[in-house]
């Protein structure tokens, strides 16, 4: 049974501001210096963020294993810690997403068996990663597709 909801963060719970931006978030990031608005640069996937926030409310741990390290930006962090249990860095703890080993790291991390993880992300290769660790995928491709689908694997409304 799934009990856990780990969500990548780069293009699916966030995205930059300026849709010809191409490259990654964590990128774009290490580019901004001094004092700036983060969300003058990224914005929040809102619909998926409530469902996250519902999820939580209707007892599934909700968490984050995302590359980087834009989340520790106070003004986002501030966003995401009230709903996240978790917020796991492949980079702080030198793993690597394409990899099975980083999902069976994450879920010994959360003290569940990989069964009982979902796992979002975007990209094709760490859902496979989790799937081959053992760990529910979902492979992010909009947001009301990717609701209906996370809301039917567990089981809610």
Not at 44 to 69: M, R
Request: aromatic share 12%; charged share 20%; proline share 4%.
């Amino acid at each position: 049974m799934i009990t856990t909801l780990v969500s990548d963060l780069s293009y699916v719970l966030l995205f930059p501001k300026d849709k010809n931006y191409q490259g990654t978030l964590n990128g774009l990031y290490k580019t901004l210096t001094g004092s700036y608005n983060f969300f003058d640069y990224y914005q929040l996937n809102q619909p998926l963020f409530e469902a996250y926030q519902e999820f939580k409310e209707q007892g599934t741990s909700v968490n984050i294993f995302t590359s980087g390290s834009l989340q520790e930006n106070a003004q986002v962090n501030q966003v995401l810690e009230p709903v996240f249990e978790n917020i796991y860095s492949a980079e702080k703890l030198n793993l690597n997403k394409s990899e099975p080993e980083a999902y069976r790291k994450v879920a010994q991390l959360l003290g569940k068996s990989p069964e009982e993880i979902l796992f979002v992300d975007d990209q094709l290769a760490n859902v496979e990663a989790a799937r081959e660790a053992g760990m529910e995928i979902v492979y992010y491709t909009s947001p009301k597709e990717t609701v209906a689908i996370l809301k039917q694997k567990l089981g809610i409304g």
